[in-house]
T-cell receptor, first 115, second 111 residues
Framework: DTGVSQDPRHKITKRGQNVTFRCDPI?????LYWYRQTLGQGPEFLTYFQNEAQLEKSRLLSDRFSAERPKGSFSTLEIQRTEQGDSAMYLC?????????????FGPGTRLLVL | GQSLEQPSEVTAVEGAIVQINCTYQTSGFYGLSWYQQHDGGAPTFLSY????GLEETGRFSSFLSRSDSYGYLLLQELQMKDSASYFCAVRDHSNDYKLSFGAGTTVTVRA
């Protein structure tokens, strides 16, 4: 257990529904990342927050995806009008302001299945 | 952009040594990192090489050759608990924040 928590751990939804995931990073970590991981692949970068500011968003992230970190602590990732291709593990990671971008602490992930 | 290549699977017996190679192509380069992920678990940071050479952390070592765009993770004295997927990852100057992962190498340790 790295100290990063994610909720829910599993989500099954029907195509076209909206879903929202939550990530609680380690409390003193002001950097937060979202990734998507499909079976047999490595994590794929989605977005990055420094405190409450979203500094980077992957071009792969369609307009149906939005992420927030309103108070610089927890973060939410929302997917609107879900599609079957959105089925994946959504991982959150955090790190302190010191150290390298490479040293990230990952949460257990939210596994999404879109039927 | 970045591309990384690593073998998809490796099988070895307990006590053996396994080397997982990773070759990368980037437009600018900060360093090479390695993560371990057990089935159903979260990726866990193992090591980071920014400079050429070998970094040793217990039974695991990581090597980088910037001139060859190549690195490897060495797992020594393999234990059953080392059965997991291992990912190499790079970050380059095109995007300071983005860590790009390889597809992963699944290591299976047999008794």
């Amino acid at each position: 257990d790295t100290g990063v928590s994610q909720d829910p751990r599993h989500k099954i939804t029907k195509r076209g529904q909206n879903v929202t995931f939550r990530c609680d990073p380690i409390s003193e970590h002001n950097r937060l990342y979202w990734y998507r991981q499909t079976l047999g692949q490595g994590p794929e970068f989605l977005t990055y927050f420094q405190n409450e500011a979203q500094l980077e968003k992957s071009r792969l992230l369609s307009d149906r995806f939005s992420a927030e970190r309103p108070k610089g602590s927890f973060s939410t990732l929302e997917i609107q009008r879900t599609e079957q291709g959105d089925s994946a593990m959504y991982l959150c990671a955090s790190r302190p302001g010191t150290g390298t971008q490479e040293t990230q602490y990952f949460g257990p992930g939210t596994r999404l299945l879109v039927l | 952009g970045q591309s990384l290549e690593q073998p998809s699977e490796v099988t070895a017996v307990e006590g053996a040594i396994v080397q997982i190679n990773c070759t990368y192509q980037t437009s600018g380069f900060y360093g090479l990192s390695w993560y371990q992920q057990h089935d159903g678990g979260a990726p866990t940071f193992l090591s980071y090489n920014a400079l050429d050479g070998l970094e040793e952390t217990g039974r695991f070592s990581s090597f980088l050759s910037r001139s060859d765009s190549y690195g490897y993770l060495l797992l020594q004295e393999l234990q059953m608990k080392d059965s997991a997927s291992y990912f190499c990852a790079v970050r380059d100057h095109s995007n300071d924040y983005k860590l790009s992962f390889g597809a992963g190498t699944t290591v299976t340790v047999r008794a």
